[in-house]
């Protein structure tokens, strides 16, 4: 009898694929021996809130050039989310595909010792809430007083709360419990800082990438990525398909000066009225960061509420989400995939206007099409993307 698929879940943004990218995807493959890997690709906008520097169809292309068998597009709702409801959905829609492991960086290499933070949370003592609000109450920020809550029933654990991957690996494991699966996690320890303004060509972040390559500095850039994403890169600046942010800024900031911002996810009271008075008298969404992050409202927060506000997504509209139902295909290796694992989720591939009208959630398609006119490109863009394959 033929044995099932060991089938690798990754999910990622490779905004732009890198070194550090190239090294967590072998690393992966040489934990788990897979017969097949699968990406699942934040959207046009990204968890942060941010408008991506490379298309999701370009980004795929880098990811299945660099191992990976199948990349698929987490919808955007999903996309744009906390690192809970981010994670939720992208294991979510890696289970519906037939995984059988998910590797995911973190800065702690330990999985017992992540995965009892993990099951802390899901499953908290009677006095965690209790320590959690005293802390938040007197002042302190949401994530250092849920670390400083952690610390105060688990003293072992509780830095692992201060390292932004070690959150986010948290909450893929919190998302396999809630999911109640099989799934086995792996740890592929990080080598770099999440938001390193230096490039270092083995273990850059995406970040000091994209800097890089805005101020033009294309040979440090080039430097800690992949032959195929430079020459990806290059064809997307050279075919001006990269977003102006002076454009998403205009895009942002008439949205919030002409709407009403109170029924936003995750809009606090109080908060609606300093983001309109803000909008009114910024220039650019970084001055609105500057103006409106501190330690009760963090900059990813508030680039959060930013894509929700151009989105024109409601709270309501969130609270009744379900899990994604079905997802796009964005690149594929024809010869290394068992598609009949995708039977318990619908797996689409776009190619005419009429089928993403049929497939898409609308607010998918809005982010596109958003995406478009920040590369001053024709609304048409979504319907001429065409699948990478090999």
Not at 178 to 191: E, F, G, Q, Y
């Amino acid at each position: 009898m033929k044995s099932a698929p060991v089938i690798l879940g990754i999910v990622a943004e490779y905004d732009p694929f890198h070194n550090g990218h190239a090294w967590h995807l072998s690393q992966a493959r040489k934990a788990v021996q897979p017969d097949s890997v699968y990406v699942v690709l934040s959207s046009c906008l990204k968890q942060r809130g941010e408008p991506a520097m490379l298309s999701p169809y370009d980004r795929a292309c880098c990811a299945l050039r660099a191992g990976a068998d199948a990349v698929f597009s987490l919808p955007v709702l999903w996309t744009v989310r906390d690192a809970e409801h981010y994670a939720l959905g992208a294991v979510s829609l890696l289970c519906g595909l037939g995984i059988t492991h998910i590797a995911f960086g973190a800065e702690t290499p330990d999985i017992e010792k992540v995965k009892r933070v993990a099951d802390f949370l899901e499953n908290p003592s009677s006095g965690f809430p209790d320590e959690l609000h005293a802390l938040l109450s007197s002042g302190m920020g949401y994530p250092a007083a849920l670390s400083g809550a952690v610390s105060r029933f688990l003293p072992a654990e509780g830095e692992i709360l201060s390292s932004p991957n070690n959150i986010l690996a948290i909450c893929y494991l919190r998302a396999l419990r809630k999911l109640n699966t099989a799934v086995i996690p792996v740890i592929i320890p990080r080598r770099n800082g999440y938001h390193e303004s230096v490039i270092r060509p083995e273990a850059p972040s995406a970040s000091s990438l994209r800097s890089a390559l805005v101020r033009g500095d294309y040979a440090g850039a080039f430097s800690a990525v992949p032959d195929f994403t430079a020459s990806v890169i290059r064809h997307a600046f050279l075919s001006s398909r990269i977003p102006d942010l002076t454009v998403w800024d205009t895009l942002l900031l008439e949205k919030l000066r002409t709407s009403d911002l109170s029924s936003l996810p995750d809009i606090s009271e109080g908060l609606d009225d300093a983001l309109k008075k803000a909008a009114v008298q910024a220039t650019s969404s970084e001055e609105l960061v500057e103006q409106l992050s501190s330690r009760r409202y963090t900059a990813s927060r508030i680039r959060r509420l930013f894509a929700y506000a151009v989105l024109s997504v409601t709270n309501e509209r969130i609270r009744a989400l379900p899990l994604p139902a079905a997802t796009l295909l964005l690149s594929l290796r024809k010869k290394n995939v068992p598609t009949d694992t995708w039977k318990n989720l619908p797996v689409h591939i776009a190619v005419s206007a009429s089928q993403w009208r049929d497939i898409a959630d609308p607010e998918d398609l809005a982010a596109w099409r958003l995406w478009a006119s920040c590369c001053r490109m024709v609304d048409t863009l979504p319907f001429t993307e065409r699948i990478y394959t090999e």
